[in-house]
C-alpha cells in the first residue's frame, strides 16, 4: 500500500514555541489533508491542500503542498497546552495516512 | 448533529469468539471505511466501500469482514479474533472517495 512517511515520530516542547512537521509519499498526490487527533478521540481536519505549492493558514497553523506533490509541511507557532495530541497527514486516495506525530506541550 | 457513531466503545473478548463493530453515519455520505491503530503505525485502512453493496480491501484487511447493505451502516466483522487484533479502531465517512473524512470516536478492542 501507499506509504506515508511522517516526521519527526514525537516532540516535546515548551509552550510558546513553534512546531513543525513533514510528511513525504513515495507517490504524487493530488490533495494533502492535515488531521488531529485528541486524547481518546478520532481525528479531525485541520486543514486541507489542494494545489502544489500552496500555503494555507488556519489560526495559529500554516501548512503547505510541496512543489513535487510529494510532501507537505504543517507550522504551528507560540504553541499552547491544547495543542497536545496527534497529527496526521493524509492523501487522496482511500486516505492514505501518515504514521503521525506525537505532540506533548510542556506548560 | 453531523456525526460518526461507533459502537461500543470498549470491547474485551477471547479468542476465536465472533464480535460486530457497528459503525453509523447520517451524513448520507457515500465512502466509508474502517481502519485500526496501533503505536508507530499510525493509521492503517482495514476495508473501505465507496457505495452501497460496494467494498474493497484496504492495506490490512486479513482477519476482518465488512459489509455495506444500506448508506448509513458500515459493520466491522471479526469472525475468529485473535491477540494481534488488538487494537484501536476508527471508523469514517466521506461525500467522496478524497473528500474530508469524520471519524467515530473509536472502539477499543482487546482480545485475549
Not at chain 1, 491542500?49 to 509541511?73: C, M, V
Not at chain 2, 486479513?62 to 494481534?84: A, Q, T
Request: with cysteine; net charge neutral.
Amino acid at each position: 500500500g501507499q506509504q506515508l512517511n511522517q516526521s519527526p515520530q514525537s516532540m516535546f516542547i515548551q509552550e510558546g514555541e513553534d512546531v513543525s512537521m513533514n510528511c513525504t509519499s513515495s507517490s504524487i498526490f493530488n490533495t494533502w489533508l492535515w488531521y488531529k487527533q485528541d486524547p481518546g478521540e478520532g481525528p479531525v481536519l485541520l486543514i486541507a491542500l489542494y494545489k502544489a505549492g500552496e500555503l494555507t493558514s488556519n489560526g495559529r497553523l500554516t501548512a503547505q503542498f510541496g512543489i513535487t506533490r510529494k510532501d507537505s509541511f504543517l507550522n504551528i507557532s507560540a504553541s499552547i497546552p491544547s495543542d497536545v495530541g496527534i497529527y496526521f497527514c493524509a492523501g487522496r486516495n482511500q486516505f492514505y495516512f501518515g504514521t503521525g506525530t506525537s505532540l506533548t506541550v510542556i506548560p | 448533529e453531523a456525526q460518526v457513531t461507533q459502537n461500543p466503545r470498549y470491547l474485551i473478548t477471547v479468542t476465536g469468539k465472533k464480535l460486530t463493530v457497528t459503525c453509523s453515519q447520517n451524513m448520507n455520505h457515500e465512502y466509508m471505511s474502517w481502519y485500526r491503530q496501533d503505536p508507530g503505525l499510525g493509521l492503517r485502512q482495514i476495508y473501505y466501500s465507496m457505495n452501497v453493496e460496494v467494498t474493497d480491501k484496504g492495506d490490512v484487511p486479513e482477519g476482518y469482514k465488512v459489509s455495506r447493505k444500506e448508506k448509513r451502516n458500515f459493520p466491522l466483522i471479526l469472525e475468529s479474533p485473535s491477540p494481534n487484533q488488538t487494537s484501536l479502531y476508527f471508523c469514517a465517512s466521506s461525500l467522496r472517495g478524497g473528500g474530508q473524512a469524520f471519524f467515530g470516536q473509536g472502539t477499543r478492542l482487546t482480545v485475549v
